[in-house]
Nanobody, 126 residues
Framework: QVQLVESGGGLVPAGGSLRLSCKASLRTFSAYTVGWFRQRPGSEREFVAAMKRYNSNPYYSDAVKGRFTMSRDNSKATAYLQMNSLSADDTAVYFC???????????????????WGQGTQVTVSS
């Protein structure tokens, strides 16, 4: 059973930064595509960023491109999301997700991911 645990959320003023972490219970973490999603109250879960397995090039949504940076440390089975220049629109619960079999066109589709963390709340005060 794959477990993902997010951490690093919190309350931050507009313009501030946060770094989220996603720790996986996987010895073969490099074999999994990892994605970050977020969900605002009353909204659908929204793609934020993803990194394919065996590949170090992140993909980003237009909403976060240039402000957020995703990375992963396969030796620690951990993915990160560095979030800069945060605004109130970034307030959401942030989830990490993982899957072994994803093609590039499916990276932004939440239903394609098999494993999910419990989420971490990010609140940006304006």
């Amino acid at each position: 059973q794959v477990q993902l645990v997010e951490s690093g959320g919190g309350l931050v003023p507009a313009g501030g930064s946060l770094r989220l972490s996603c720790k996986a219970s996987l010895r073969t973490f490099s074999a999994y595509t990892v994605g970050w999603f977020r969900q605002r109250p009353g909204s659908e879960r929204e793609f934020v960023a993803a990194m394919k397995r065996y590949n170090s090039n992140p993909y980003y949504s237009d909403a976060v491109k240039g402000r957020f940076t995703m990375s992963r440390d396969n030796s620690k089975a951990t993915a990160y999301l560095q979030m800069n220049s945060l605004s109130a629109d970034d307030t959401a619960v942030y989830f990490c997700a993982a899957d072994q079999q994803l093609i590039t066109s499916s990276l932004g589709v939440s239903a394609q991911y098999d494993y999910w963390g419990q989420g971490t709340q990010v609140t940006v005060s304006s």
